[in-house]
């Protein structure tokens, strides 16, 4: 009786020294895990590449008494490109707008951009009054002095960047937008012989 009670003994000593074990190693493992940083999502890594800013953001105001899908206007400010990679602009989108484009004036005239525009690695886009700017077309509702409008722009990266444009009135920019005649067909823009007034 006697060895039968110590074999049942050792037993007993030997499973618990294996369940401290055991629980030893668990412990050490989620000590493991637990110092070991995360990867970061993807949607974080592209939040990290918030490098895009925009400022001095303004929009001209429109005519009160050209009706709404009629009224054109333009949207000026410095967009700065902080990382060191090129970004092109690939889509534009406004929310009072049925068109968002980038256009130049050229000898005068305006038309829309054709090709690539980029906002370059360290340095800037610059959008102003005669010369390269955001066009608004068909804008649903008069814009006047003191609105807010919200421009969204998207990168070659994915990334995009909203801009809030504070609406001002003519005084900053003399192009007589909604004197233009413009060509909707189609969706395409047929501007090679509109005149800029630049009075």
Known sequence: MLNTHRT?????AA??????????????????????????????????????????????????DVKPG???????????????EDLVITDLQSDVAGITELHEVVDGKMRKIEGDVTVPAGGSLLLEPGANHIMLMDITEPLSPGDDVTITLTFSDGSSLDIVALVKDTSGANESYEDMDMDHGDMDMSEGSEEMDHG
């Open 15 to 64: 499973v618990g020294l294996a369940a401290t074990a055991a629980a030893f190693a668990l412990a050490l493992t989620g000590c493991a895990q637990s110092e070991t940083p995360a990867e970061p999502t993807q949607a974080a890594q592209e939040n990290q590449q918030g490098v895009v800013t925009a400022s001095d953001t303004w929009v001209k105001a429109t005519d009160p």
């Open 70 to 84: 009629e009224a054109m206007s333009g949207v000026f400010g410095l967009i700065e490109n902080s990382g060191d």
């Open 8 to 12: 049942q003994r050792s037993r007993r």
